[in-house]
């Protein structure tokens, strides 16, 4: 097969490909809150990359791209009855870092816990379009290529999913330093079991969101009122005694914190910082969304 002046040999192309991964994997997670969907979606790109026609490829990064963005699209749709059924609320797996850059996943700043869960509410189409055109930046022509409509269509779609999210999303506009600062008090608070503390912590219409998947013990439904979300978050710290520890890590790109009970990873929590309050906590029990934690 003739190859392309870009393309000089098998191993130029894997280098290529080693290149972008990190970038690959991120649109892939963006659409799907999944690291281990993502990571299969992409080697399956990988893959058809090797059985296509490489001299019809003027643009090995774009067609990567569109080819992820797509086989991503597919597994979203397929995942959607499957989260209709799931036990309590769905939180997306958590990519966490103990300070050093993810080498699997280049993670857009925006692509918080709570964001996901805005994104989950947009239908596949909308949500693929708003996250390769306003989130990673990709021409309509290119995002009309992996949805499968029009140039047009897809900017319709992204504008009417950047109304839902601006409607819904949280705001990012607090310091990182001022957000480590009221993460790291919260961790205090909640060991601590000082619910004065807490309370001083919350917004008063803060809502606290646990994914155990029916797996392990978790609120089946979402906690709403710095009231109920204290008392909550104590009753867990006394439940597990002595043994639990909470240790800040980087979830999704903001200060976090990693749960462990004697030793063992019992969750993560990711937590959105407004004016000095937390607003939203999501917390991610389930043990099959903790598997790439350490």
Request: with cysteine.
């Amino acid at each position: 097969m003739s190859r392309p002046p870009y393309v000089n040999s098998d191993e130029d192309l894997a280098a290529e490909f080693g290149t972008i991964r990190p970038r690959l994997v991120g649109v892939a997670y963006g659409l799907l809150g999944s690291l281990d969907e993502a990571e299969d979606v992409v080697q399956d790109a990988w893959f058809r990359l090797g059985r296509a026609d490489r001299s019809a490829i003027e643009d090995v990064t774009g067609w990567l791209v569109v080819t992820v963005s797509r086989l991503a699209l597919d597994v979203l749709r397929s995942a959607r009855v499957r989260r209709e059924e799931y036990v309590g609320p769905w939180l997306p797996e958590p990519v966490v870092t103990d300070g050093d850059p993810a080498d699997r996943v280049t993670l857009d700043e925006s692509m918080s816990l709570a964001m996901l869960v805005v994104l989950e509410s947009l239908s596949p189409a909308e949500r693929t379009s708003f996250v390769l055109h306003d989130v990673f930046g990709l021409s309509f022509g290119e995002v009309a290529r992996a949805v499968g409509r029009t140039p047009a269509a897809c900017r319709q779609l992204a504008a009417r999913a950047r109304r839902h999210v601006a409607a819904r999303a949280p705001r990012f506009e607090v310091d990182a330093a001022e957000h480590r600062r009221v993460v790291e008090a919260f961790a205090r608070a909640s060991q601590g079991r000082d619910i004065d503390a807490l309370l001083a912590l919350l917004d008063p219409e803060v809502v606290l969101r646990s994914d155990g998947g029916g797996v392990v013990r978790a609120a089946r439904r979402p906690i709403h009122g710095a009231a109920r979300v204290a008392r909550f978050l104590v009753g867990v710290a006394e439940r597990y005694g002595a043994g639990r520890r909470l240790a800040p890590v980087t979830v999704n790109g903001l200060a976090g914190l990693l749960w462990s009970w004697n030793g063992e990873v019992g969750g993560v929590y990711g937590l959105t910082v407004s004016d000095g309050r937390i607003t939203e906590i999501d917390i991610v029990m389930n043990p099959e969304k903790l598997r790439s934690v350490r």
